[in-house]
């Protein structure tokens, strides 16, 4: 089982991925028909939104899933996503992308439900 060490080293690892500038700034090709970006955005925000809540399930002294928890997470994602999307925004001068914004929500509601308790 990990412990709350690696799952915040994994989160630390997450971030810092999702916030690093990219090598290039052309698109690469689509992948089914998916900008790369999206997918980017999408993954990173369904990693760090599960493995967000493991950590605060971790640190809980019930260790269960609350929906406090399962908020903190979600909005602790969502700045993310949004603080990369503003990054991405200022570098190609343009306003923010909704897809990867939508991308960002999923990856979330995805997170959560990885989550979920069955």
């Known amino acids: 089982m990990p412990t709350l060490q690696h799952?915040?080293?994994?989160?630390?690892?997450?971030?810092?991925?999702?916030?690093?500038?990219?090598?290039?700034?052309?698109?690469?090709?689509?992948?089914?028909?998916?900008?790369?970006?999206?997918?980017?955005h999408f993954s990173v925000?369904?990693?760090?939104?599960?493995?967000?809540?493991?950590?605060l399930q971790a640190a809980?002294?019930?260790?269960?899933v609350t929906v406090t928890n399962r908020i903190a997470s979600s909005l602790?994602?969502?700045?993310?996503?949004?603080?990369k999307e503003q990054r991405d925004a200022r570098e190609r001068g343009q306003p923010i992308d909704a897809g990867d914004m939508t991308a960002n929500v999923l990856g979330i509601i995805t997170g959560n439900l990885l989550q979920w308790q069955f």
Not at 45 to 55: E, P, R
Not at 76 to 83: E, H, Q, S
Request: glycine share 6%.
């Open 7 to 40: 799952i915040a080293k994994l989160l630390l690892l997450a971030a810092a991925l999702a916030l690093a500038p990219h090598a290039s700034a052309e698109e690469p090709a689509p992948f089914f028909g998916l900008q790369q970006d999206k997918i980017l």
């Open 60 to 64: 809980d002294e019930r260790h269960e």
């Open 76 to 83: 602790f994602t969502l700045g993310l996503g949004y603080a």
């Open 45 to 55: 925000s369904a990693v760090v939104s599960s493995g967000s809540i493991k950590l």
